[in-house]
């Protein structure tokens, strides 16, 4: 069975509510706690032991609205649960007494269910797992109110972006949602690892964390978990609410992943894009939206600036998918297979719930939405569904084979990539001149942090998105969008005291005419840029106007340009500053051939 963590009480509460007559043993514990942490696998051995019982655990440090409401003064303290009334509790870590007390409780309550004859009914565990994805469905309706999405479409520049997609009067869905995920990502949203206090304007530790009841204005704005952290500097508490009303969003413009995936849904359906809302079990959201004129769903995800790369979190972000599903307006459907290539380690993944159960609730669900749908949309979903099926068979339809897809998470802190495990391997890139380059006799690669995007102009086919996309060695760099001064730039990581970038370029073989670099770069203060690049024999330093030219090289290995930013704050040292409104190359590379 196992022992499920429980962060808020909303959650600890719907629990509760599901077991019903089935014992419930909460662990409340703390990280800091040595006898909790002697007694956790004792408990786990308990529930794989003990099957008709719930086993929970709560952190007393992140979770205090719950160990609030039991009174918990004591670490560890097992609170045992029945019909959602405490029934009776144990202080101390003796793993005799636990064992006394759950068989007892185990006795005394009796058998809590018959066993399911019915093949497709749910048992009260899938019961409890199968209900998360109810609110899913219940959210994507608030994408549909008329006048959010007169509310959300006001803010896009509209007009300007439909006239750049409509070709012969037919708008491009994909170009649409292409421009809009951009201007969405670089404009509109930011990023939150922690909340800013607005005393003393100081980041707060995301050591300070703890839980929080949401106040009456945060549940009403469609808060349904807070956390609150405690300044460093000033010592107050500072609030960071989860807001999960689309419309509060539009206010707030700030998040993590949901909200991120809960507003760009809002506007793609404002602007008429058909669209999905998807969650995967392996804690991540995104979006999907319906290309017309490529007849299938395409993949974006906001936080990422990335569309059309469904293998993304698999292969780059290492994340073990097992249930990845689409919420719409009409219809849910099961997506797991366009998000993961090896079909067996998936399936065996897939324990939470019998196929049988699951997708006879899938089918509920879509009932359900579906009730009151006029036949011709019926109609094209269900083509559309037979159509994703064919799509699903062959994994191969899913490999876009472009650096993204091999790339780890770039949003977030690093320390919170690397708690996730999504901040993937790095794999460094060394790139090679075409046949189409070297038939141009020119080899070129710009680099645009507005756009955060390489082009090679010889052979367009190669542009690829994320400044990691081309790197061949890097330490400490993020890109940096400041939305008040609309510049974008590579800097170092906060608290770092060196960033470096390296690209290296194949030239083996290859007779070389002229060597080209334009590396632009912004300091102040005691901010320090050095960029160096080196091919055969010679090094140049690039001056301080961002331009130099390796001359007397007709042959080399590679070329190396390596870029170290330090000095002052992170801030001082920025590479490739580059105005969000005006598109220029702040890299530029370019090798003439002989």
């Known amino acids: 069975m196992g022992v499920r963590s429980v962060h808020n009480l909303s959650e600890f509460q719907n629990i509760l509510k599901e077991a019903g007559k089935r014992l419930v043993v909460v662990d409340f514990f703390a990280v800091w706690c040595g006898p909790c942490r002697m007694i956790a696998p004792?408990?786990?051995?308990?529930?794989?032991?003990?099957?008709?019982?719930?086993?929970l655990k709560v952190n007393v440090d992140q979770s205090r609205d719950i160990a609030g409401a039991y009174k918990i003064r004591a670490m560890p303290t097992f609170v045992f649960i029945s019909e959602q009334g405490e029934i009776d509790r144990m202080e101390g870590a003796s793993p005799?007494?636990?064992?006394?007390?759950?068989?007892?409780?185990?006795?005394?309550?009796?058998?809590?269910e018959p066993p399911v004859n019915n093949p497709k009914a749910a048992n009260s565990e899938e019961k409890l797992w199968l209900q998360q994805f109810v609110r899913y469905a219940d959210q994507v309706q608030l994408y549909e109110d008329e006048i959010t999405q007169t509310l959300a479409r006001s803010l896009i520049?509209?007009?300007?972006?439909?006239?750049?997609v409509t070709i012969n009067g037919k708008r491009q869905d994909f170009q649409l949602a292409k421009i809009l995920i951009n201007w969405f990502h670089d404009d509109f949203f930011s990023w939150t690892d922690t909340p800013i206090c607005e005393s003393c304007n100081r980041k707060t530790s995301s050591e300070t964390r703890s839980n929080g009841l949401p106040t009456d204005d945060e549940a009403a704005d469609g808060a349904g978990r807070v956390e609150v952290y405690r300044c460093l500097d000033c010592k107050k508490e500072v609030r960071f609410p989860r807001y999960n009303n689309p419309i509060k969003l539009l206010e707030t413009r700030n998040?993590?992943?949901?909200?991120?995936?809960?507003?760009?849904?809002l506007f793609c359906r404002s602007?008429?894009?058909?669209?999905?809302?998807?969650?995967?079990?392996a804690d991540h959201v995104w979006v999907e939206i319906w290309a017309e004129e490529l007849?299938?769903?395409?993949?974006?995800?906001p936080c990422e600036n990335t569309m059309d790369t469904p293998l993304m979190y698999e292969k780059g972000w290492n994340k073990k998918l097992s249930y990845v599903l689409a919420f719409a307006k009409d219809h849910v459907m099961d997506v797991t297979w366009r998000y993961t290539f090896n079909r067996q380690l998936t399936s065996k993944r897939r324990t939470q719930c019998r196929p049988l159960v699951f997708f006879n609730f899938l089918n509920k669900l879509n009932n359900r939405l579906q009730k009151s749908l006029p036949e011709d949309r019926k109609q094209v979903l269900h083509k559309r569904y037979i159509s994703e099926l064919i799509e699903f068979i062959w994994p191969w339809n899913n490999?876009?084979?472009?650096?993204?897809?091999?790339?780890?998470?770039?949003?977030?802190?690093?320390?919170?990539?690397?708690?996730?495990g999504e901040a993937g391997s790095f794999s460094p890139i060394t790139i090679k001149p075409t046949k189409k380059e070297i038939e141009s006799k020119i080899f070129e690669i710009k680099y645009d942090a507005s756009k955060d995007e390489y082009t090679r102009p010889q052979d367009p086919e190669l542009s690829t998105k994320h400044w990691q996309s081309q790197?061949?060695?890097?330490?400490?760099?993020?890109?940096?969008?400041?939305?008040?001064?609309?510049?974008?730039?590579l800097a170092r990581n906060e608290g770092s005291e060196k960033g470096v970038l390296v690209w290296k370029i194949d030239l083996a073989g290859l007779k070389i005419k002229g060597i080209s670099i334009t590396a632009t770069s912004f300091k102040t203060g005691d901010g320090s840029v050095l960029a160096v690049a080196c091919c055969g024999m010679q090094c140049v330093r690039i001056p301080t106007d961002g331009n130099a030219k390796i001359d007397n090289v007709e042959e080399a290995e590679y070329l190396e340009l390596r870029v170290e930013l330090s000095g002052g704050n992170w801030q001082h040292a920025q590479a490739f500053r580059t105005d969000l409104s005006e598109s220029e190359a702040g890299l530029h590379i370019r090798v003439e051939l002989a």
Request: glycine share 8%; with cysteine; hydrophobic share 30%.
């Open 399 to 420: 490999l876009r084979k472009t650096s993204t897809e091999n790339q780890g998470r770039s949003s977030g802190s690093e320390q919170w990539k690397t708690e996730r």
């Open 157 to 164: 520049p509209l007009e300007e972006y439909l006239a750049k």
């Open 96 to 112: 005799g007494g636990l064992r006394t007390k759950i068989q007892n409780w185990v006795n005394y309550l009796g058998p809590v």
């Open 42 to 55: 004792v408990l786990e051995e308990l529930s794989n032991e003990y099957t008709t019982a719930i086993f």
């Open 255 to 265: 998040g993590r992943c949901g909200e991120w995936a809960n507003c760009f849904a």
């Open 271 to 281: 602007v008429g894009l058909e669209t999905r809302f998807i969650m995967d079990n």
């Open 471 to 489: 790197i061949y060695e890097v330490e400490n760099i993020f890109r940096k969008i400041e939305k008040d001064w609309k510049k974008a730039y």
């Open 295 to 301: 007849r299938r769903w395409i993949h974006c995800d």
